[in-house]
T-cell receptor
Framework: RKEVEQDPGPFNVPEGATVAFNCTYS??????FFWYRQDCRKEPKLLMS???SGNEDGRFTAQLNRASQYISLLIRDSKLSDSATYLC?????????FGTGTRLQVFP | SQTIHQWPATLVQPVGSPLSLECTVE??????LYWYRQAAGRGLQLLFY??????ISSEVPQNLSASRPQDRQFILSSKKLLLSDSGFYLC???????????FGSGTRLTVV
């Protein structure tokens, strides 16, 4: 079983749509969680941290459910520029464990 | 502000040739440093990490090695490249345990 699992997608959504990604992690001791965004052939960039109480950054909302060991990312009012791969990340011992990513394609 | 430099951006090397990729961080001291590889269409695989000069932890046994000769310098090497070493190599750094990593712009390696 992978330590961090994501649906690879792709998710094809029209501009303005709301889209949600889920991710599960296997290590119940993980304490920190993140979402990264990776554009094609570029390095991953930190999108947002994920806090137990849930947190929002503009159109992006992240949620953590420790009991079920899953993390979610909600994107509202999708823009063409949101097209990218979104990586779910959990902190293991001394390192971050990355999921394989969920690809999002926003079309006009 | 902190910056991370990684070079070269692209590299084409023949099978059996040596490899040396360098990563340097500016604007911070005693960073944790990481080497990841991303094969085409695959996820990020942690190769090595270092919490201090001369301290290297290897995650995956393979024909790659890493060294940290200076506080803010991390080098990935191979004596003889294999075709399977092709991929996108990413260096990353962090300072605190509870923050995310910042990645360099990566080196796209093609072994032919």
């Amino acid at each position: 079983r992978k330590e961090v699992e994501q649906d690879p997608g792709p998710f094809n959504v029209p501009e303005g749509a709301t889209v949600a990604f889920n991710c599960t992690y296997s290590n119940s001791a993980s304490q920190s969680f993140f979402w990264y965004r990776q554009d094609c052939r570029k390095e991953p960039k930190l999108l947002m941290s994920v806090y137990s109480s849930g947190n929002e950054d503009g159109r992006f909302t992240a949620q953590l459910n420790r009991a079920s060991q899953y993390i979610s990312l909600l994107i509202r009012d999708s823009k063409l520029s949101d097209s990218a791969t979104y990586l779910c990340v959990a902190r293991g011992t001394d390192k971050l464990i990355f999921g394989t990513g969920t690809r999002l394609q926003v079309f006009p | 502000s902190q910056t991370i430099h990684q070079w070269p951006a692209t590299l084409v090397q023949p099978v059996g040739s040596p490899l040396s990729l360098e990563c340097t961080v500016e604007g911070t001291s005693n960073p944790n440093l990481y080497w990841y590889r991303q094969a085409a269409g695959r996820g990020l695989q942690l190769l090595f990490y270092s919490v201090g000069i001369g301290q290297i932890s290897s995650e995956v046994p393979q024909n790659l090695s890493a060294s940290r000769p200076q506080d803010r310098q991390f080098i990935l090497s191979s004596k003889k490249l294999l075709l399977s070493d092709s991929g996108f190599y990413l260096c990353a750094w962090s300072v605190q345990r509870e923050v995310g990593y910042t990645f360099g712009s990566g080196t796209r390696l093609t072994v032919v």
